[in-house]
């Protein structure tokens, strides 16, 4: 008997010594696990509102997909690339009045992009990392319509179009929580109008519009 609990206890130490040496340290970016590029997706939503609008807040909820890279390239600096489907927009609410009383006017505003952000790294820490730069969007698909005690109506996107190019600046920080999981937030704004003020809808905004939002994000990136 006490041969046997020997032995068990051995196989036990033996198997929690095993574990413990297989089980992946809790980062990368470590002294010890260093590459100069990492490879991952990352999956967020956008948290948007459009300024030169007849809205105002962060009303507008969308997906920010997709696949990038990160390239460190010394200790403290590094430099990272995304390919991203990111939906932007706005959203708001108005209170009209008629003959027959009070209603509500929902607006709501969808542009969806391909965006491409490039930033500058900085890494304080082996666990978080921060970044610095711009990202180029191209739009593929915007929808724009109100919702009344009306009939829906949808703004004709040829009388009232948006540009095709959306220029950003950004700034990002990530933390990573396990060994290539990271959480992370992000803050957007357009350098460059995406509609020009003779093309907003009138009584729906006035002068020149811009996309602004934060992103938070998860995203894995391959040890």
Known sequence: ????????????V???SNAQTTTP??????IDDEKVFYGGVSV??????????????????????????VSKFSPLWGVSLELLYSQKGSRGVKTMYSSIGEYFENYFLKLNYV???????????????????????????????????????????????????????????????????????SYARSLAPIRKANTVPPHY???HQYNVNFNFSLSYLIP
């Open 115 to 185: 965006e491409v952000p490039v930033q500058l790294l900085v890494f304080p820490t082996p666990r978080a990392y921060f970044g610095l730069g711009m990202s180029y969007s191209r739009l593929i698909k915007s929808n724009e319509r109100v919702e009344t005690m009306q009939p829906l109506y949808n703004f004709n996107q040829k009388d009232y179009p948006f540009l095709k190019e959306d220029w950003n600046w950004m700034i990002s920080g990530k933390y990573q929580f396990w060994r290539g999981w990271f959480i992370g937030a």
């Open 1 to 12: 008997m006490k041969k046997t609990l020997l032995l068990l206890s051995f196989l036990a």
């Open 205 to 207: 905004g006035s002068g």
């Open 44 to 69: 967020g939503m956008n948290i948007s509102e459009v300024i030169g609008d007849a809205y105002h807040g962060f009303h507008k909820v969308g997906w920010r997909v997709g696949p990038g890279v």
């Open 14 to 16: 033996s198997g929690l």
């Open 25 to 30: 340290p809790p980062r990368i970016f470590g």
